[in-house]
C-alpha cells in the first residue's frame, strides 16, 4: 500500500451507484443511468443529470440503465459510468489510479465478475477487487462475519434481493432473485393501469411506493393523488390511491422476495439456524426501507427481523471498510486472478 494510492469502495447497483472513501465516507450517490446521444454514439450525461432526462428525451437521446438486474448488461457504458463516478470522486487533480473493490449480487457467475473487473480497470483502476454483495452488506451493518455463528443478511436493491447466511466470514448459502426494488415499482404501475386506466411512469411509482407503500394490509390508509395519462382519453387525470392498493399491487413480488428467504433458511444447516433465531435476520438495502416488511418477514419465517441503520448505504460502507482491512478480509474478496 503506497501512500499515494487511493482507495474506493463502488456499490455499482441496478439503480444507484454509490462511492465510498474510505476516509470520508460516501462522497457519492447517483442513480446508474447514463445518457447516449445515439447518432454519434456519445455519452451524454452520467447520473442525476441523466435520471433528470428518463422519458423525457428527444428521439436522438436514449437514458440507458447499464446494469440489469445487478449484473453489467451494456459494457461500454457500464465503463463510461464508472470512469464518470471514479473521476468524480477523486477530484480532477488526482493522478494516482485508485484501487476500487465492486460489490456483485451473490449468484454472479465468473465471466460477469470478469467483466466488473475489467470495466472498472478500464475506468481507470489500478488494481480492481469484487466482494459479493451480502458479505459488504453484512460488513456495513456491522454484523461481526468472522465469528462462528450464523448471521442472515437479506439485502433488497433496485434489481437483484440477495439473501444469504454468513458464518466465519463465508457465505453458508446464498440465493440471489431479481425480484427487487424496479420490479415492485413496475408492479405498482401496472396495478394502476390496469385498476385506473391510467399510465405513470416509474418514477411515479417509486414515489407511491415510498410515500404511501406497505408490505401488509393496514387499517388507517394512506391515500395519494396520482397525477397520469388516462388510457381512454390520453389526457392527464388524478387518481387518489390508497396504501392498501399498493398493497395488492406487489403481493406477488413480496411473496417471491419471502419465498427466496425461506429457501435460504431451509438450506442453512441446524446449528446456523439457531443462531438465525436467536439474531434475527437483518435487512438492507433501498426496498428494506419499505413500511412493514420486517413484519411481513416474521409473519411468513418465523423469525425476527430488523432493518439496519442507514439501510441503503450498507453495500457502500462495507466495501470502504472492507478495504481499509483488505487483509483481514482476504478470504472474502476475489482479485481479478
Not at 391515500?223 to 395488492?248: A, C, F, H, Q, S
Request: contains cysteine; glycine residues 10%; neutral net charge.
Amino acid at each position: 500500500m503506497g501512500f499515494f494510492t487511493r482507495q474506493l469502495g463502488i456499490d455499482l447497483g441496478t439503480a444507484n451507484t454509490l462511492v465510498f472513501l474510505p476516509s470520508k465516507g460516501i462522497v457519492l450517490n447517483e442513480p446508474s443511468v447514463v445518457a447516449v446521444s445515439i447518432p454519434e454514439n456519445r455519452v451524454m450525461a452520467v447520473g442525476n443529470e441523466a435520471k433528470a432526462m428518463v422519458g423525457k428525451t428527444p428521439d436522438h437521446i436514449v437514458a440507458y440503465r447499464p446494469m440489469r438486474d445487478g449484473v453489467i448488461a451494456d459494457y461500454r457504458i457500464t465503463e463510461a459510468m464508472l470512469r464518470y463516478y471514479i473521476g468524480k470522486s477523486l477530484g480532477r487533480w488526482n493522478i494516482f489510479r485508485p484501487e476500487v473493490l465492486v460489490s456483485v449480487p451473490s449468484g454472479v457467475t465468473s465471466t460477469e465478475k470478469r467483466s466488473v473487473i475489467e470495466a472498472a480497470e478500464k475506468a481507470g483502476a489500478k488494481e480492481a477487487f469484487v466482494v459479493k454483495e451480502p458479505i459488504l452488506a453484512a460488513i456495513g451493518a456491522g454484523i461481526p462475519i468472522y465469528e462462528a455463528r450464523g448471521n442472515m443478511v437479506v439485502d433488497l436493491g433496485g434489481g437483484t434481493t440477495d439473501a444469504a447466511v454468513i458464518s466465519l466470514g463465508g457465505i453458508v448459502s446464498s440465493i440471489s432473485v431479481k425480484v427487487a426494488g424496479n420490479k415492485i415499482d413496475q408492479a405498482i404501475a401496472d396495478y394502476i393501469k390496469k385498476n385506473f386506466n391510467l399510465a405513470i411512469g416509474d418514477s411515479t411509482a417509486e414515489d407511491i411506493k415510498i410515500k404511501i407503500g406497505s408490505a401488509i394490509a393496514v387499517e388507517n390508509e394512506e391515500i395519494y393523488e396520482v397525477r397520469g395519462r388516462d388510457l381512454l382519453t390520453g389526457l392527464p387525470r388524478t387518481v387518489r390511491v390508497k396504501t392498501n392498493d399498493v398493497v395488492k399491487a406487489i403481493d406477488g413480488n413480496l411473496r417471491e422476495i419471502i419465498k427466496a428467504i425461506k429457501h435460504v433458511l431451509q438450506d442453512t444447516p441446524p446449528e446456523l439456524a439457531a443462531d438465525i433465531i436467536d439474531n434475527g435476520i437483518v435487512m438492507t438495502g433501498g426496498a428494506s426501507l419499505l413500511k412493514n416488511i420486517t413484519e411481513l418477514v416474521y409473519r411468513s419465517t418465523g423469525v425476527k427481523a430488523r432493518v439496519a441503520e442507514d439501510a441503503l448505504f450498507c453495500v457502500a460502507r462495507g466495501a470502504g471498510i472492507a478495504l481499509d482491512h483488505l487483509d483481514v478480509y482476504k478470504k472474502a474478496i476475489i482479485a481479478k486472478r
